[in-house]
């Protein structure tokens, strides 16, 4: 069965690529997620990152932040962090940077957010991977020196995983539609 362009089906929850930059807060036990999805054709990392930033609803998250924490940004500073000419977008800092992925923390390093695209094949033909995900650091407890998960995680957690599949499902519409001219 075939998955509309912007089909939320065609989103995948699943394991981290063994090189994922994300890796490490994986094996430090917080909590880490990783969602993928596929696109025909090669998209380089830049234009997956200028994409998943400069779509409807990050623009909604972005206005959210201007408002909310001090931390505008506009599409042009998505093409700056994309090209690898900014090392802030918004309320997060570049943690990390490879040629095919990306690790931002928040600015109160509390949550990081990881996008990776890579080479793939789909029905034989060229394809690139998609992934996006993020991690959510224990709050270290200096009292006992415990590391816990903060009370609002577990009710956030499901608006989270949601908004997710919907960020990089509207990502991958974005790139499609620019392949095919719309």
């Not at 069965?1 to 912007?6: E, N, Q, W």
């Given at each position: 069965?075939?998955?509309?362009?912007?089909s939320?089906?065609?989103i995948?929850?699943?394991e981290?690529?063994?090189?994922a930059?994300l890796s490490?807060y994986?094996?430090?036990?917080?909590y880490?997620?990783c969602?993928?999805?596929?696109?025909?054709?090669e998209?380089?990392?830049?234009e997956?990152?200028?994409a998943f930033y400069t779509t409807?609803?990050?623009?909604?998250?972005?206005?959210?932040l201007?408002?909310?924490?001090?931390?505008?940004?506009?599409?042009e500073d998505?093409?700056?962090l994309a090209?690898?000419?900014?090392?802030k977008?918004?309320a997060w800092?570049?943690?990390e940077?490879?040629?095919q992925?990306i690790l931002l923390?928040?600015?109160?390093?509390?949550?990081?957010?990881?996008?990776?695209?890579?080479?793939?094949?789909?029905?034989?033909?060229?394809a690139?991977?998609l992934?996006f995900g993020?991690?959510?650091?224990?709050?270290?407890k200096?009292?006992?020196?415990?590391?816990?998960m903060?009370?609002?995680f577990?009710?956030?957690?499901?608006?989270?995983k949601?908004?997710?599949?919907?960020?990089?499902s509207?990502?991958?519409?974005?790139?499609i539609?620019?392949r095919n001219?719309?």
């Open positions: 069965m075939r998955s509309g362009v912007g939320m089906s065609s995948e929850k699943g981290l690529p063994e090189d930059l490490k994986f094996d430090s036990g917080d880490t997620d969602y993928s999805t596929r696109v025909p054709g998209v380089s990392h830049a997956y990152v200028e409807l609803p990050f623009k909604t998250e972005r206005i959210i201007k408002w909310a924490v001090a931390r505008p940004s506009t599409d998505a093409r700056e090209a690898g000419r900014a090392e977008f918004a800092y570049v943690e940077r490879q040629e992925q923390s928040d600015y109160r390093g509390k949550t990081r957010s990881w996008l990776m695209s890579a080479p793939s094949t789909h029905d034989g033909a060229s690139t991977t992934y993020s991690a959510v650091l224990r709050d270290q200096t009292t006992t020196n415990e590391r816990r903060g009370r609002g577990s009710f956030l957690l499901g608006f989270h949601l908004y997710s599949r919907v960020l990089l509207s990502a991958r519409s974005r790139l539609g620019a001219g719309s």
